[in-house]
């Protein structure tokens, strides 16, 4: 309980006990006024009545004051749910939206790399072509060049045949 109720209830039974400990003063009659007109009857009575009344009159609003509390609770609960729903929605729209474009550029990079392979085995197939061909003339050139030095060889070989007779 908080430190209020607990002192409150305190302060009602420090109240109800001095009245049962001076419950016959409590009782006597005593003249009573009410400014226009006098009347007979126990001032203790009286004033327990007045703290009765007021201790209800007061906890009737407390009573009320906690419902009206409860309610707007209640109401902003139900509007926060809503909104975080809303919240909810607004994310997952978001994540939607991000996975699209994450396809959108995974396609493109993929699209990408397509080209640049179809253009690398352009770029491949033209560079083995010419490769190719110079590895052929390369070989023609060796060829050529073997055959005259065999030819050479062959010149020198029948000089070299011819000249010693």
Avoid: C
């Avoid at 749910?81 to 994310?91: I, P, S």
């Avoid at 396809?103 to 352009?122: A, F, M, P």
């Amino acid at each position: 309980m908080r430190l209020r109720t607990i002192f409150l209830i305190v302060l009602l039974a420090l109240v109800a006990l001095f009245a049962t400990v001076n419950w016959t003063a409590f009782t006597a009659p005593t003249t009573l006024s009410l400014i226009y007109t006098d009347f007979q009857a126990p001032l203790g009575m009286v004033m327990l009545g007045v703290v009765v009344v007021l201790t209800a009159f007061f906890l009737l609003y407390i009573l009320a004051l906690q419902t009206s509390v409860m309610l707007e609770s209640r109401r902003l609960h139900k509007q926060l749910d809503a909104q975080r729903d809303l919240a909810d929605q607004a994310e997952q729209s978001r994540f939607n939206d991000l996975r699209a474009y994450l396809k959108n550029e995974l396609e493109q990079l993929q699209r990408r790399q397509v080209e640049q392979q179809t253009l690398l085995g352009q770029r491949l197939d033209s560079l083995q072509r010419d490769l190719h061909l110079r590895v052929e003339q390369t070989e023609n050139a060796v060829a050529a060049q073997v055959g005259e030095l065999d030819d050479r060889l062959q010149r020198q070989g029948a000089r070299s045949i011819i000249e010693p007779l």
